[in-house]
């Protein structure tokens, strides 16, 4: 299985680390482990979570307001957005066209 981030995904999770781990010590450390914990979920059942539209998944973090956007196609993981759920949807929504 391969696993591909979106720049703007990758940027997204290290900016939410540093600002977590800001806002109190480890705090950074528990949120990447949540995520890198959702992302071994989407590893292992790549097709569990729901379509949102495009054929794209949607994966939510149980602890944190974030959502992991990605398309599973030909055994590979694409990750469109690490979406922090008070930011505007439309922020994300066309990701999927972007490569």
Known sequence: MKIE???L???EFDEAIIYY??????????FKKE???????IIQF????????NHVHKCVSHTFPYSIFY????ETIVIY??????REPSTY?????IQ
């Open 21 to 30: 781990e800001k806002e109190s010590e480890g705090l950074g450390i528990r």
């Open 35 to 41: 995520i890198r914990s959702c992302i071994d979920m």
């Open 46 to 53: 790549p097709t569990l979570y729901p379509i949102t539209e």
């Open 81 to 86: 957005a690490i979406a922090n759920h008070f």
């Open 5 to 7: 981030f979106l720049k």
């Open 93 to 97: 929504s066309n990701r999927h066209k």
């Open 71 to 74: 398309t599973y196609e030909n």
């Open 9 to 11: 995904a990758k940027l």
